[in-house]
C-alpha cells in the first residue's frame, strides 16, 4: 500500500518526458491519472501506454496557458476523477539565448507556459486540492533556484514559479493545501544535450564556454566574489 494508492492526480505535460514519467509512477502506485496536453493523439497514446481506462488513466487535451481550456480542464478532471489529491504541473519549455538577443515575444512566451499556467491550474483546482487536503507540485527547475548562460528566457520564467511556490506555502497550511517546488537539473533523455541546437545557433560552445569559465577563474584571485560564481554555460538547467 503506497500513498497514492486509490487517491487521483491531473498531471498537466502528461504525455511526455517528465510529466509522463511522474504519471506512470502514480499509476503504479495506484493512482487513477488524468494526463493534460494539446496534442490529442499523443495523450491517446500515452494514456493507453499507461494502461488506459482499465488503469484509471484518462486523457483531458487542454492548452494549460487558455484561461477557457484549463477551466473545462478542471471541470472534465473533476467529473472524471471526483476527488483530486494532487496536481502535478510538468508542462512547461526551455529556451536557448542570450538574454539581451532574446525577443520580448520570446519572454512573454516562456513566462505563460512556464509561469502563468501554473497559476491558472493552481487557481482553477485549489478548490478540489484543498477539499482532499491534497498536494500543488509545481515542476521548475535548477534554473528556478540559479540564472545560466543563454538560456534565453528561461531562467526569468522558472523563477517567478519559485517565487509563486513559495507564496503558496506561506499563505497556506501544508495539512490543508501542500506545495512542493520541483528543480531537476538536466533530465536523462535520447535528446538530452542536442534538443535545443537549433536556437543555440550562434552561441559560444559548451567547452568555449568552459574555457571562458575557467578562463575568469584563473585570472581572479581566488576567495574573490567573482571567482566563486557559478561558471555554468549552455548546457546547464533545463
Ligand atoms: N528536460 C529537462 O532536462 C528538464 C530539466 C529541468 C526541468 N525541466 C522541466 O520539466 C518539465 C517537463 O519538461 P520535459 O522536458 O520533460 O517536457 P517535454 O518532454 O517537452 O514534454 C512537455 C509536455 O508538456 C506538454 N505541453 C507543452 N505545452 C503545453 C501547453 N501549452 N498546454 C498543455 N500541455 C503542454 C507537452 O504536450 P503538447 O506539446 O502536446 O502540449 C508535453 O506533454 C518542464 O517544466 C521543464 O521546464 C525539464
Not at 513559495?166 to 512542493?180: G, N, W
Amino acid at each position: 500500500m503506497t500513498y497514492w494508492n486509490e487517491k487521483a492526480a491531473l498531471v498537466t505535460g502528461g504525455s511526455a518526458g517528465l510529466g509522463k514519467a511522474i504519471a506512470r509512477s502514480l499509476v503504479s502506485a495506484g493512482a487513477r491519472v488524468a494526463l493534460v496536453a494539446r496534442d490529442a493523439s499523443n495523450l491517446r497514446s500515452a494514456a493507453d501506454e499507461l494502461g488506459g481506462a482499465a488503469r484509471g488513466v484518462v486523457s483531458i487535451p487542454a492548452d494549460v496557458t487558455r484561461e477557457d481550456d484549463v477551466a473545462r480542464m478542471a471541470e472534465r478532471a473533476g467529473s472524471e476523477l471526483g476527488t483530486i489529491d494532487g496536481l502535478f504541473h510538468g508542462a512547461g519549455r526551455s529556451d536557448r539565448g542570450e538574454a539581451l538577443a532574446t525577443p520580448v515575444s520570446r519572454f512573454d512566451e516562456l513566462w505563460r507556459i512556464n509561469f502563468v499556467a501554473a497559476v491558472l491550474c493552481a487557481q482553477a483546482l485549489a478548490p478540489a486540492l484543498r477539499a482532499a487536503r491534497g498536494h500543488l507540485v509545481l515542476i521548475g527547475s535548477l534554473a528556478s533556484k540559479s540564472a545560466s548562460r543563454h538560456l534565453g528566457a528561461y531562467p526569468a520564467a522558472k523563477f517567478a514559479l519559485a517565487a509563486f511556490a513559495q507564496q503558496m506555502r506561506l499563505e497556506h497550511d501544508a495539512r490543508e493545501l501542500h506545495t512542493l517546488l520541483v528543480c531537476p537539473g538536466p533530465l536523462a533523455r535520447v535528446d538530452a544535450g542536442s534538443r535545443y541546437d537549433a536556437r543555440a545557433v550562434g552561441l559560444p560552445t559548451r567547452p568555449a564556454a568552459r574555457a571562458a569559465a575557467s578562463n575568469s577563474r584563473a585570472s581572479t584571485p581566488s576567495g574573490s566574489p567573482r571567482a566563486s560564481s557559478t561558471p555554468a554555460g549552455i548546457g546547464g538547467p533545463s
